[in-house]
């Protein structure tokens, strides 16, 4: 008997088919959270994940630390292009859970740089599922190399 919640599945986004590109970690911990997608609208950056059964949480939603991790490696990858490709490293990550999300649903987040100066950037996300709002992000990159 299993008695964990049933978890509804949304219908199956497919991201390779509406354009999306699979960014290639080459990193155990990136294999096994992944993948991650990104698009780009209006020159800003998109990344995405569809939600699978190993994102889950035991109440059979996706786990906030799924959300974290995509926030910071959205966060990361678009300041690191903000700065010309310079290394970064997390110092602070700030987070809030908005609303809940499902199995199968297609989480996009939409970083931003709020200010680069020469050694830190500020950075901020929102996340949704279409049109509906599930986090509001926001952190500081430290700039590895001068």
Same mark, same amino acid.
């Given at each position: ?76 990858? &678009?300041?690191?292009?903000? &700065? ?5 490293? &997390?110092?602070?990550?700030? @987070? ?11 989480? @996009? ?27 509001? &992000? ?9």
């Amino acid at each position: 008997m299993n008695d964990k919640p049933a978890a509804e599945a949304a219908p199956r986004f497919d991201p390779a088919a509406q354009g999306w590109e699979e960014i290639v970690n080459h990193t155990a911990f990136g294999d096994l959270v992944g993948p991650v997608w990104r698009s780009d609208e209006d020159g800003k950056p998109l990344f995405g994940f569809v939600v699978a059964p190993k994102h889950l949480n035991r109440s059979g939603n996706l786990h906030g630390g799924m959300l974290m991790t995509l926030a910071d490696q959205a966060m990361a990858m &678009t300041a690191r292009q903000a &700065t010309g490709g310079k290394r970064h490293a &997390t110092i602070e990550l700030n @987070i809030q859970f908005v609303d809940g999300v499902k199995l199968g649903e297609f989480v @996009i987040a939409h970083p931003e740089v709020v200010r680069a100066s020469r050694s830190v950037v500020f950075m901020q996300a929102k996340m949704f599922v279409g049109d509906r709002l599930v986090v509001t &992000t926001s952190g500081i990159w430290k700039i590895l190399e001068a």
